[in-house]
């Protein structure tokens, strides 16, 4: 049996939520970055969900099954590619579980960079919904973010209030 992978795969704009349904009927397992948040009008506002990363959906599967994905959905451009081997990026299972729980679990909305931000401190959620959360302490216009790095991807990141931070320790 192949080992299973994440994978970046890159959809056609404003197709990945019909690409992650069709993805679900094929039992290819995936997942779709989505967030809730309040959009303001002139003359109203209304919440909605908003894809976090536009163009982007992550399956994990198989070689045999990411070739299938390419080959049977329209909808889905290709995968991202690591620049180092020139073979399709791999994303480590535990930066995903850590990109899922800081979407799951943040009460602050979850924005994506792809900005190369330097390694900072490394730092553990101590307190509230994102308690043991571990990640980057980034300081942006004197707020404090933590970031959760994915590889070759880019960086999520969420506020944070400083007294919810503790210095890791590296290992």
Known sequence: METENWYAMYVKMHHEK??????NSMGIRNFLPIQETVKQWSDRKKKVKEVVIPMIIFIKCDEK???EVLKSLPSVNGT???KATHKPAIIRDEEMERFM???DYSENSVYFTSEQLKPGEKVEVIKGPLCGLKGELINIDGK??????????????VEMP???LKKRETT
Do not use: H, P
Not at 18 to 23: D, P, Y
């Open 144 to 157: 404090f973010q933590v970031s959760i790095r994915l590889n070759m991807l880019g960086c999520a990141m």
């Open 101 to 103: 729980f800081m979407l």
């Open 80 to 82: 991202m590619i690591d």
């Open 18 to 23: 019909k690409t992650a349904e069709r993805l």
């Open 162 to 164: 400083a007294g919810y």
């Open 65 to 67: 099954n990411r070739i």
